[in-house]
């Protein structure tokens, strides 16, 4: 048998019988959707959705009025957030749900106080914090989403080893449940 495109989600199949007869069955692949999970990123104070067609963003399970691209201005204070990612022919999946704690002028400033340095760095980097954020949570993943290190930020300066790592780009992740994201360059 041979399956042959015809338009968009429709296929005509080719077949033939046990008595050499053939003919054309016409079918669909609507409702064979085969999608990923979509995931939420947030740098600053802007949500991140991962590639898809389309978007349709949620704040406390309400609809966002217009919030239909990759990326979402954080505009409420706390609560969670979730998108609707679209990929085509009917397809759609639901992010895990994005916890937005404390945001506010102050907290923002709080959270945004956070340095990398240096930044393209050879062996190490410190990642400067304010006190608020001691304790929390740090990972180190790259460009394909994979962690290759994490640890605690242990104090306003916690300094993190890179030296064996490939030289590249790499995503630091601060905070365990409010999650920031950093561009970090290994030379």
């Known amino acids: ?69 990759a990326s979402y201005a954080i505009q409420h204070n706390n609560g969670n957030y979730t998108v609707v990612a679209d990929y085509g022919g009917g397809c759609t999946n639901n992010s895990a749900s994005y916890a937005v704690v404390n945001l506010g002028v102050n907290d923002l400033a709080d959270l945004s106080s956070v340095i990398v340095s240096p930044n393209p760095a050879k062996d190490a980097f410190t990642i400067g914090v304010s006190m ?38 790499y995503l630091l992740h601060i905070g365990d449940q409010n999650r920031q994201s950093f561009k970090v360059v290994k030379n």
Do not use: M
């Open 1 to 69: 048998s041979v399956n042959i495109p015809v338009s968009g989600n429709v296929y005509a199949g080719i077949y033939h019988d046990d008595f050499g007869c053939g003919f054309t069955q016409y079918f669909t692949t609507l409702g064979e959707c085969q999608t990923t999970t979509p995931v939420i990123t947030r740098i600053g104070d802007t949500l991140y959705a991962s590639p898809a067609s389309g978007y349709q963003w949620y704040y406390n399970g309400h609809i966002i009025g217009g919030a239909t691209h």
């Open 132 to 169: 608020e954020l001691i304790g929390s949570g740090y990972s180190l993943s790259d460009l394909a989403g994979r962690s290759v290190l994490s640890g605690r930020l242990n104090s306003e300066a916690t300094k993190v080893s890179i030296s064996g790592l490939s030289s590249g780009i």
